[in-house]
């Protein structure tokens, strides 16, 4: 059961890695396009005006993906310069209270997506297509989709340092050793 367990979560991390890079793909050949139609195209007289709201529509959709991956891998960035020489009680309290408000402005970025979701179905994008998936609400899933998946990560992290009490594997993921700094 277990093994099976991992399959599928392997299975998704696999296939949302594959979207975000798949969208980020795009979204460079769209700036690369533009760079191309304002630098060639717009002096021959022709002219791609859809490739910056594109560009733009793209990276709206791959931060909030990237977020949520980020947080899966604990890469957000954060400063422990202070934390790695507070007492052990102290840095657990904070990493608890730092959790709690990351999940309180997720909630709220959450509900704000819904009602921007719900407000913006069908309305155009700049210059894009009025269909799917080229409409605002399309934008506002992604944020909602980015922010359930670090409300995810951020629940389990809450997880292994209340209830598995690993500090360490939490907080002080990736630092480099003192050497280093």
Not at 29 to 49: C, D, P, W, Y
Not at 55 to 82: K, P, W
Not at 90 to 112: D, E, M, N, P, W
Not at 146 to 159: I, N
Request: aromatic share 10%; proline share 2%; hydrophobic share 50%.
């Amino acid at each position: 059961m277990r093994n099976r367990a991992y399959k599928v979560k392997r299975g998704i991390d696999l296939s949302i890695q594959s979207v975000s890079m798949v969208l980020f793909g795009l979204m460079c050949a769209s700036v690369g396009l533009q760079v191309f139609n304002r630098l060639i195209l717009t002096e021959i007289g022709m002219n791609f005006i859809w490739t910056a709201s594109l560009g733009q529509f793209l990276m709206i959709i791959t931060t909030f993906i990237g977020a949520g991956l980020a947080s899966r891998d604990r890469e957000h960035v954060r400063i422990n310069y202070v934390l790695k020489r507070l007492p052990k009680s102290i840095t657990k309290l904070l990493a608890i209270v730092s959790r709690v408000l990351i999940l309180i402005f997720l909630f709220v970025l959450i509900v704000g997506g819904v009602q921007s979701f719900t407000y913006n179905i069908g309305s155009q994008f700049h210059i894009l297509p009025q269909y799917p998936p080229f409409t605002r609400e399309w934008l506002a899933l992604s944020g909602i989709v980015g922010a359930g998946m670090m409300s995810l990560y951020v629940l389990r992290d809450l997880y292994i340092i209340m209830i598995k009490k690993e500090l360490d594997t939490v907080v002080f993921v990736n630092i480099a050793s003192e050497g280093d700094q």
